[in-house]
């Protein structure tokens, strides 16, 4: 008789009691029923771009705008890129960093989402801005896409968080990329172990994670670095970028109050639990949760199967 060892892949399913999370495909549906709602609804809160992750305020006295393009322009610099380079964006959203790279950096970049009004939403803004040639677009889950070429960039703007098999995702990821290629990941997370284990159930937490997202897993970044090393990566950069969230989710609540009549129209009785999730998130920064960003470097051999 032999025993099974669970691998670590296995591992990363299992709840905080043993139990197995959603399956993946169940996973999957629920988080799309957030990003598939009308673009209007992003709109009427997000800044222009519609970029739905932390801004970076370099200046005090920055517009949301500004800081979103502050934060596009940092991400520019932690891939090292000087423009004409392969860009892989993995959970692109409503295309900000796809566009903005594309336009303002020359990349040729591949965008991959599940939601089909997203897709569209960044096919029709790459018409617009005539970027239609530097701009594939992938419908679908990442997790279930054979991802080919040589990238010389990926990144994975809060969207590791809805993927059940995160070391799988990170290790297609790392096959994707090119010698040397680099990848960035931000996210938001419990500030460590013991709080993720006391947090991670309750009333406000499970608002955000199942009511809003359908599913996500916001687990302690340590889990994420570790998931990042087992795929093979070099880790080369970590930034603590909690503070510009907290002002940037302040500046989303002010403007999903004041443009709620947008919403509403957009999708009836949305407001209410958009704004719950924009105080319940704000809440728990620096006390229960961080939001942290890596860089990591595909500079040594990718893990080898142990037999």
């Not at 691998?7 to 043993?18: F, I, K, M, S, V």
């Not at 990442?142 to 590791?160: C, Q």
């Amino acid at each position: 008789m032999t025993t099974e060892v669970p691998t670590e892949t296995a591992l990363l399913h299992t709840g905080r009691d043993g139990d197995f999370a959603l399956p993946p495909d169940e996973a999957r549906r629920a988080t799309n029923q957030h990003y598939e709602l009308p673009p209007e609804v992003f709109t009427a809160f997000l800044d222009a771009r519609v970029k739905y992750s932390s801004a970076l305020y370099r200046d005090p006295q920055q517009t949301l705008e500004e800081a979103q393009t502050a934060k596009l322009h940092f991400v520019a610099e932690r891939l090292g890129l000087r423009g004409g380079e392969c860009l892989l964006d993995i959970g692109c959203g409503w295309g900000s960093l796809t566009l903005f790279m594309a336009q303002e950096y020359g990349c040729e970049v591949t965008a991959v989402t599940p939601s089909a009004p997203q897709a569209e939403y960044v096919r029709e803004q790459a018409a617009r801005a005539g970027l239609t040639g530097r701009v594939s677009i992938r419908i679908g889950s990442y997790s279930d896409m054979e991802v080919e070429g040589r990238y010389d960039a990926a990144t994975m703007l809060g969207s590791i968080i809805h993927m059940p098999d995160r070391v799988d995702a990170l290790r297609k990821t790392y096959r994707a990329l090119r010698r040397e290629g680099r990848l960035y990941v931000s996210e938001s997370c419990f500030r460590n172990e013991e709080v993720y284990q006391e947090f991670a159930n309750r009333p406000g937490t499970k608002h955000v994670t199942e009511r809003i997202f359908g599913f996500a897993d916001m687990v302690p970044f340590s889990q994420l670095i570790g998931a990042t090393e087992s795929a093979g990566f070099s880790l080369e950069t970590l930034d603590d970028l909690t503070a510009h969230y907290h002002r940037t989710i302040e500046e989303w609540e002010r403007r999903a109050l004041a443009n709620s009549d947008r919403i509403e129209a957009a999708a009836p009785g949305m407001t209410a639990p958009l704004v719950e999730y924009l105080r319940t998130a704000n809440a728990g920064w620096g006390y229960t949760s961080k939001h942290y960003a890596l860089t990591a470097v595909k500079s040594r051999l990718g893990p080898r199967t142990v037999r």
